[in-house]
């Protein structure tokens, strides 16, 4: 069972960036496709990007394309959100989550196919 904390949110001008992190624990990391949700207030929660647990495959939602960027380090259990150009719209808090995939490679990207989701972190944007 993977365990997640999340990290790096805070406030930043629109223009700007951020970059949230994703610690896991408890279970063997590279077996886990991860993903990156976020909800903002009065909205449903909202697939942001996903990437396989190779880090070969990345997935994301169509408005964050070109400016949010998923990595992975296997080694270290983190999975990374890099977010520039941010807008007012970015505005929410952000979730990771994680699926055992045993292996496959795999970009999963809607909220059921997660089990394992962390507290979130937030972020502002403003303008």
């Known amino acids: 069972q993977a365990r997640l904390v999340e990290s790096g949110g805070g406030l930043v001008q629109a223009g700007g960036s951020l970059r949230v992190s994703c610690a896991a624990s408890?279970?063997?990391?590279?077996?886990?496709?991860m993903g990156w949700f976020r909800q903002a207030p009065g909205k449903e929660r909202e697939f942001v990007g996903g990437?396989?647990?190779?880090?070969?495959?990345?997935v994301y939602e169509d408005s964050v394309k070109g400016r949010f960027t998923i990595s992975r380090d296997n080694a270290k259990n983190t999975v990374l959100l890099q977010m520039n150009s941010l807008k007012p719209e970015d505005t929410a808090v952000y979730y990771c989550?994680?699926?055992?995939?045993?292996?496959?490679?795999?970009?999963?990207?809607?909220?059921?196919?997660?089990?394992?989701w962390g507290q979130g972190t937030q972020v502002t944007v403003s303008s």
């Open positions: 408890g279970d063997t990391f590279s077996s886990y496709a």
């Open positions: 990437i396989s647990c190779s880090g070969s495959s990345t």
């Open positions: 989550a994680a699926e055992r995939v045993l292996g496959r490679e795999v970009v999963l990207t809607t909220i059921a196919s997660y089990r394992y």
